[in-house]
């Protein structure tokens, strides 16, 4: 019945000699798509590819220079140095960028899905700067070891971060469950633009050998290319899935204009630096005896919750601890996450809609009122305005049914009223 299905699915197919045959099936504006290369991938994953060649192209030159220099501190060349010594400083160098991956992955392996483009701008400028670090450690004989375990220690980081987050922008590019062929190509092209690095480095070399100040300000050519690349190529994505800054950005759009900014539009104006976040901080999926210790704290908190989720608020630290209920689904999180974001608004300037300017003007003046009446008050406003919020980022062509906000695993249960909700 599958296979019917499927078949039935193709509205016709096309094949090029004795090559294999590609279907085309309707999509749901009416247009025709084509099994195969553009329809089979995100519309940016051209842009993106050019601009991560170019970047990578970069990165194997420097990395000749960084190479080339490391080898000459080992001691390659003279007669004087000692293969012990050059073995012992290797295996340091490897051993501290082994523990430095394990620390990293499990200290921050969980939050490169949530900002893929962040943690890949900053894995390629760590590159960088280890590239540096290793040119510069034959400069000063005395903290090579050092210099050179510091070097490896950041290029091993940059592998944990720079190898998932390239997984993460696999699985958005691929649009036809083809996920091991766009990844397969990527793993070529990269191959093939290293090979032609490799080309041009062995040209390079011999240039440079014999004068470190050229070879230092070829690194720093290569190194400033290697960076407006990859800036390029990370403001080429057009991510559909929204995590916490491209929610900030949509959701105070939408309070401010009535509009909600489509993926395109908002993936263009999400800062890629850190230190542009929503002044409000979020932490969804907390656990429940983090937030209460006696019976009457727990019936404060649920008071006015109909959703499945519990919200606490720290006014004086701008703070929204959320609980999420076991039935919890992607849009409960998104609503939740578009809640602490509508308190951290209430303690910031701008236009806002009616019912939250005048909480504003109550929490911006110092009225005595508990931060738990506040976040029951939002949440009658919310009952109106997400709705509206929830259909215009369905329209607009975000993908709602999931998310990539940083959701912790706790989950809990409490005592509700009948008119709880869940989506």
């Known amino acids: 019945m599958a296979d019917g299905a499927s078949l039935e699915a193709r509205l016709c197919s096309e094949q090029y000699g004795s090559g294999a045959a590609r279907g085309c099936c309707a999509a749901v504006d009416g247009s025709l798509q084509w099994e195969g290369f553009p329809d089979s991938v995100s519309p940016d994953y051209l842009p993106y590819q050019l601009w991560d060649s170019v970047q990578a192209f970069a990165s194997s030159l420097s990395g000749s220079l960084a190479t080339h220099a490391v080898l000459l501190g080992l001691g390659v060349g003279d007669a004087k140095a000692s293969v012990s010594a050059a073995t012992a400083t290797w295996l340091v160098k490897d051993s501290t960028g082994m523990l430095g991956r394990i620390i990293f992955a499990w200290w921050k392996g969980s939050k490169l899905d949530c900002n893929a483009k962040h943690w890949r701008l900053f894995a390629d400028i760590l590159n960088d700067v280890a590239m540096f670090l290793e040119i510069m450690a034959p400069v000063y004989p005395i903290c090579f070891t050092m210099i050179v375990c510091i070097s490896n220690l950041a290029k091993c980081i940059v592998s944990v971060a720079g190898g998932a987050t390239r997984a993460a922008l696999t699985m958005h590019q691929a649009r036809r469950n083809n996920m091991a062929d766009v990844s397969a190509k990527d793993s070529s092209q990269e191959t093939l633009v290293n090979l032609a690095g490799l080309l041009v480095s062995l040209l390079m070399l011999p240039l440079v050998s014999g004068c470190p100040s050229f070879s230092l300000g070829c690194f720093f050519l290569f190194t400033a290319l290697h960076i407006y690349a990859n800036y390029r190529a990370v403001r080429a994505l057009v991510i559909e899935t929204l995590n916490e800054g491209r929610l900030w950005l949509v959701l105070k759009h939408f309070l401010q204009r009535g509009e909600v900014l489509g993926p395109t539009s908002a993936n263009r104006m999400e800062p890629l630096w850190t230190g542009f976040w929503p002044s409000v901080s979020l932490s969804l999926g907390v656990p429940l005896h983090c937030l209460i210790s006696s019976v009457s704290e727990l019936q404060q908190l649920v008071e006015g919750h109909q959703e499945p989720y519990l919200l606490r608020w720290n006014q004086s630290q701008n703070q929204v601890q959320v609980v999420l209920s076991q039935m919890a689904g992607p849009e409960t999180v998104l609503r939740a996450a578009t809640h ?54 369905q329209d607009a062509g975000w993908k709602t049914e999931k998310h990539q906000l940083e959701v912790d695993e706790w989950r809990a249960t409490w005592l509700l009223s009948p008119e709880k909700k869940f989506l």
Do not use: C, M, Y
């Not at 951290?344 to 300017?357: I, S, T, Y």
């Open 340 to 393: 602490g974001l509508v308190l951290g608004a209430l303690r910031r300037d701008g236009p806002l809609p009616r019912e939250l300017e005048e909480l504003r003007n109550q929490v911006q003046a110092g009225l005595a009122k508990e931060s738990w009446v506040i976040v029951r008050e939002t949440h009658h406003v919310l009952d109106k305005l997400f709705p509206k919020f929830l259909k215009g980022l």
